[in-house]
């Protein structure tokens, strides 16, 4: 079963937005960590954030967490037509096991 | 490098049929996860290989199994194949203890 959602499930904007996608779970966690998926293909790994941290940088992304919400963000800003993907959270538990939400499906228009 | 790297790309079989994918990881990693993504959803975790024994498992049933390799490749084996079967199996390698798990394109295995 999925560990959590992921909100919205789909999302439009124009290239140069900011972009913002949410991820709840359910248990505690070692890790929270990002993917993107382009057109169902392989999974590729963006930004983990550890349960002890609470905003991480890299590149124009940016993730929070909240481990008393059992909730992370993803800020994806001045966003391009190639972030164009579906965004996927997923939590580690501290057995190398990932266990996903249900994914978001940006958009971004030219 | 050639990462993480899986084959075969694409997959059609009959039900009742059987299956075997493979998926060789990233060079230095030695654990191997097996995931199935259905359209639509994010992934499902199969189960997990490392140092050639299935280390823990999903909620899926007997007639999925696998093995892994003394060079920590890994195979993913389904019997008895069924319609609702038909997804894209994913396979992702990381350092045992390690937390980044890089994946495979994965294949797409239709059931018909």
């Known amino acids: 079963s999925q560990q959590g959602e992921e909100d919205p499930q789909a999302l439009s904007i124009q290239e140069g937005e900011n972009a913002t996608m949410n991820c709840s779970y359910k248990?505690?966690?070692?890790?929270l960590q990002w993917y993107r998926q382009n057109s169902g293909r392989g999974l590729v790994h963006l930004i983990l954030?550890?349960?002890?941290?609470r905003e991480k940088h890299s590149g124009r992304l940016r993730v929070t967490l909240d481990t008393s919400k059992k909730s992370s963000s993803l800020l994806i800003t001045a966003s391009r037509a190639a972030d164009t993907a579906s965004y996927f959270c997923?939590?580690?538990?501290?057995?190398?096991?990932?266990?996903f939400g249900t994914g978001t499906r940006l958009q971004v228009f030219p | 490098d050639a990462g993480v790297t899986q084959s075969p790309t694409h997959l059609i079989k009959t039900r009742g049929q059987q299956v075997t994918l493979r998926c060789s990881p990233k060079?230095?990693?030695?654990?191997v996860s097996w995931y199935q993504q259905a359209l639509g959803q994010g992934p499902q975790f199969i189960f997990q290989?490392?140092?050639?024994?299935?280390?823990q498992r999903g909620n899926f049933p007997d007639r999925f199994s696998g093995h892994q390799f003394p060079n920590y490749s890994s195979e993913l084996n389904v019997n008895a194949l069924l319609l609702g079967d038909s997804a894209l199996y994913l396979c992702?390698?990381?350092?045992?203890?390690?937390?980044?798990?890089?994946f495979g394109q994965g294949t797409r295995l239709t059931v018909v």
């Open positions: 992702a390698s990381s350092l045992a203890g390690g937390a980044e798990a890089f």
């Open positions: 954030i550890r349960s002890n941290e």
């Open positions: 248990t505690s966690i070692n890790n």
């Open positions: 060079s230095g990693h030695d654990t």
């Open positions: 290989y490392y140092e050639e024994e299935e280390r």
């Open positions: 997923a939590t580690e538990d501290g057995t190398d096991k990932l266990i």
